[in-house]
C-alpha cells in the first residue's frame, strides 16, 4: 500500500492547490530559461540566416550588432576580387520606431541586396520574395500586417508582399526586408525642408570658399541631390558578407582583408559570439540570477509545504511508529509525497507555459534541454525539500500518541 | 477463569505461561525538586490468555506503567520480558524496540488514533506490510479480522464514516492484526457507552483465549470487571492485586 498516494487521494483538493502553486513558480523557472534561449536565438539568428563566411565591417568597429558601422557600398566590388571570394553582399540594417493606429511601432530594417539576394532564404509562410528594385517589402508576421498592406515609411509607400514567422533582431524586435536602397531611403529619410536647408548650407558653404569663387559653376551645382555630387561619397552600408568559394580557405582571405586599413574582418562565429557576449550576456546572467533565486524560493515553498503536511501527520506518523512502522517508511511517506509534488508541479509548469509562453511578448524558447533541466532541478528541490520534513518525522516519538 | 473466582495476586496462577513479565518496574519524571516518582517498583504477570485489568484514579500512574510496559517510555528501572524475552533493563533496551513492537506488542487507546487517510481495512492491512507481510496477503487477512470483529461491511470506510464503537473495533483489528503476545489497552472503552464497552471487553476476552494472547487493560470501567480474568490496582505509584470489596451483609 502506497501510503503516499493514499493520503494525496484523501487530501485531493489540497494536494491540487499546492501543486497548482508550485507548477506556477516551476513555470516562472521555465520561463526564466525559455527567455534566455528565446534572446540567444534571436540574437544568433540573423547571423545564422544569412549563412555569410566572412563579415566585413568599418575598421576597429565589431560591427552593425556591437556598434555603428559604416563601410562604403561600392566596397563590394573590390571584395569580390579577392581571390576566394565568391560573392559579396551588402548588409544594411536599423531600427526604426514609428506610430500605427495611435501605438509605438517599432521594427528592425533590413537591406536585401536586389537582385541577387530577394529573399529567398528567409522563412516564408506566406506571399513570395521580393521581386521588384523598390516599394515592395517582407514583414514578420508579428508586426501585425497583412499581405498586400500599404506602409507609409519616410516619403514612400511599400506593399508587403511576403510574410516570415520568427525573424526578430537582437533586440527582439520584429523583421521587415526591404531592397538595399530602400532600406537606405528608410535609414536616411529626411524631410523636405531639412533637404532644403542642406542644399542652402552647400550653397552658402560653396560661396564663402575660394573654390567657390574660382569656379562660379559650384554654386549652380550645390543645390543637386547628394546623389548626383561626385564630390560626396556613395550612401554607406553597415557591413558586407563574403562568402567563400568552394575550398577556399577562410584564414587566407582573412589574412588578405587584414592589410586593408579601411575594414576590419570577423567570421560569422566571431559575429555570434560579439552578439552573445555583448548585447546578450547581461540579461543572459541577470535571467540567471533571477532563475537561481526562484529555484531556492520554489525550493523553500517546497520545504514549507512538506514541512506543514509533516505536521498534520505527526499524530499518524506516532502511531505508525508505535505498531513499528521502520523508518524508511516514514522516510518514504514523506519523500514520495514531495516527488509527486514537485512531478505534478512539473507537469502543470509544462502544460501552462506551453499555453501561455506563445502569447508573451519576446520569443520564450523552451528546448528540451530547458525542460530536462527543470525536471532534474524539480527532483532536486523535491529532495531537498522532504528534508525538512523527514527530519521532523524522525523526530516525532511514538509516545506522543498518549499525549 | 473470572477475578471472582480467582485470589486477588499480582501474578497468574504457577506453570502458566506467560505473555508478559515485569520485575520492580520504577519510572521517574523529573529529578531534583522537581522529581515525581509515577511507578514505583511495580512487578507483575501476565498469562497467555489472560486479561488484566488495571485499574486506579487518574494519576496514579497506570498509563505510565503501560507505556513503559509497552516499551513507549522506558522505565527509569526494573526489567520487563515480553514473551519470555527481555527486552528492557531500566532504561536500556536489549532489543531493537519497534522490530519488537512490530511482532510482540499490540496497543489500543482511548482514541482509536486510526490513520484519517486510510480506509477500515487498509488501518489493519498497514500493520501487516510494516511486518513484512505481501500486500495481497494483508489486504485478504485485514478483511478477514474486520469481518471477525463484525465489520465485514465497513472495509472501505473511511474512519470519519464509522462510530466511536466502530472505529475501536478497527484499531482492536489492528492491534491483533499480527498476532502480538501482548496487547495493552489505555482506557478503551472511555469514550464508548456502556453497551459498546462491554462489547469491546467481550472481544478483548474472545481474542485472548483464542489467540493465546495476553492483554492488559487500563480502565476505570467497572461495569466491565466481570469479563476479566485478574484486577490489579494502582495507586500513588504503587501496583497492587486488587481486593474486593466486602459485600454488605
Not at chain 1, 362 to 371: F, G, H, N, P, S
Amino acid at each position: 500500500m502506497n501510503l503516499a498516494a493514499q493520503d494525496i487521494r484523501h487530501n485531493g483538493g489540497r494536494f491540487a492547490l499546492t501543486a497548482a502553486g508550485i507548477g506556477l513558480l516551476l513555470m516562472l523557472v521555465l520561463g526564466m530559461g525559455g527567455i534566455y534561449s528565446g534572446l540567444v536565438h534571436e540574437a544568433t539568428l540573423l547571423v545564422d540566416r544569412l549563412e555569410a563566411d566572412l563579415w566585413v565591417v568599418q575598421h576597429a568597429t565589431r560591427g552593425p550588432f556591437a556598434e555603428i558601422s559604416r563601410v562604403p557600398a561600392n566596397l563590394v566590388s573590390r571584395l569580390e576580387a579577392v581571390p576566394g571570394v565568391a560573392r559579396a553582399r551588402r548588409f544594411v540594417f536599423h531600427t526604426i520606431q514609428r506610430e500605427r493606429h495611435g501605438q509605438p511601432w517599432r521594427f528592425s530594417v533590413q537591406g536585401l541586396d536586389w537582385p541577387g539576394d530577394p529573399g529567398t532564404s528567409l522563412p516564408l509562410i506566406a506571399g513570395r520574395p521580393l521581386a521588384h528594385a523598390h516599394y515592395e517589402m517582407i514583414a514578420d508576421r508579428s508586426l501585425g500586417l497583412p499581405l498586400g498592406e500599404k506602409v507609409r515609411l519616410g516619403k514612400e509607400t511599400y506593399t508587403v508582399v511576403g510574410l516570415t514567422r520568427g525573424m526578430a533582431s537582437s533586440s527582439g524586435d520584429p523583421m521587415a526586408f526591404f531592397t538595399l536602397r530602400d532600406a537606405q531611403a528608410v535609414q536616411f529619410d529626411l524631410p523636405g525642408e531639412a533637404i532644403r536647408l542642406e542644399r542652402a548650407a552647400r550653397q552658402a558653404r560653396a560661396a564663402a570658399g575660394d573654390l567657390g569663387r574660382q569656379q562660379p559653376g559650384l554654386l549652380d551645382r550645390a543645390d543637386l541631390p547628394s546623389a548626383a555630387l561626385p564630390a560626396l561619397g556613395p550612401p554607406t552600408v553597415s557591413a558586407l558578407l563574403i562568402s567563400l568559394g568552394p575550398g577556399a580557405d577562410a584564414a587566407t582571405v582573412i589574412r588578405t582583408l587584414a592589410g586593408w586599413p579601411d575594414i576590419s574582418v570577423y567570421t560569422a562565429q566571431e559575429q555570434r559570439d560579439f552578439l552573445l557576449r555583448g548585447n546578450v550576456d547581461r540579461a543572459r546572467r541577470q535571467l540567471g540570477l533571477f532563475r537561481v533565486i526562484l529555484v531556492f524560493v520554489s525550493a523553500i515553498i517546497m520545504a514549507l509545504i512538506i514541512y506543514t503536511l509533516t505536521l498534520d501527520k505527526a499524530h499518524d506518523i506516532a502511531m505508525l511508529k508505535l505498531i513499528g512502522a521502520r523508518n524508511r517508511v516514514i522516510v518514504g511517506l514523506i519523500l514520495q509525497q514531495a516527488l509527486l509534488l514537485g512531478a505534478v508541479g512539473y507537469a502543470i509548469a509544462w502544460a501552462l507555459g506551453e499555453w501561455l509562453f506563445p502569447a508573451f511578448p519576446r520569443l520564450v524558447l523552451i528546448t528540451a534541454t530547458d525542460r530536462a533541466m527543470l525536471a532534474g532541478i524539480v527532483i532536486l528541490i523535491s529532495v531537498a525539500a522532504s528534508g525538512l520534513g523527514i527530519w521532523k518525522a524522525l523526530r516525532i516519538q511514538p509516545n506522543t500518541i498518549l499525549s | 477463569m473470572n477475578p471472582a473466582a480467582t485470589p486477588p495476586s499480582l501474578h497468574p496462577p504457577a506453570g502458566a505461561e506467560l505473555a508478559a513479565e515485569v520485575a520492580g518496574l520504577t519510572k521517574i519524571y523529573g529529578s531534583g525538586n522537581t522529581e515525581v516518582v509515577a511507578v514505583r517498583d511495580a512487578s507483575f504477570g501476565v498469562a497467555r490468555g489472560e486479561v488484566v485489568a488495571l485499574l486506579g484514579p487518574s494519576g496514579s500512574g497506570k498509563s505510565t506503567l503501560l507505556a513503559a510496559v509497552g516499551l513507549i517510555n522506558p522505565p527509569t528501572a526494573g526489567r520487563v520480558a515480553v514473551a519470555g524475552q527481555a527486552v528492557m533493563d531500566g532504561p536500556h533496551a536489549l532489543v531493537e524496540l519497534r522490530a519488537f513492537c512490530r511482532h510482540h506488542l499490540g496497543f489500543v487507546f482511548q482514541k482509536a488514533n486510526l490513520i484519517p487517510f486510510l480506509t477500515a481495512r487498509q488501518n489493519v492491512q498497514v500493520a501487516l506490510e510494516i511486518n513484512d507481510v505481501a500486500p495481497r496477503t494483508a489486504r485478504d487477512r485485514a478483511g478477514e479480522l474486520l469481518a471477525y470483529l463484525g465489520l465485514g461491511d465497513r472495509l472501505h470506510n473511511l474512519p470519519f464514516m464509522l462510530s466511536g464503537g466502530q472505529q475501536q473495533r478497527v484499531a482492536i483489528a489492528r492491534a491483533l492484526a499480527n498476532r502480538p503476545d501482548l496487547i495493552l489497552a489505555d482506557e478503551p472503552t472511555a469514550a464508548l457507552d456502556g453497551r459498546l464497552g462491554r462489547q469491546v471487553m467481550e472481544l478483548f476476552r474472545r481474542v485472548a483465549h483464542e489467540q493465546r494472547a495476553g492483554v492488559v487493560v487500563v480502565t476505570h470501567d467497572h461495569r466491565a470487571l466481570d469479563l476479566c480474568d485478574r484486577i490489579l490496582e494502582m495507586e500513588d505509584g504503587i501496583l497492587r492485586a486488587h481486593q474486593p470489596a466486602p459485600r454488605a451483609a
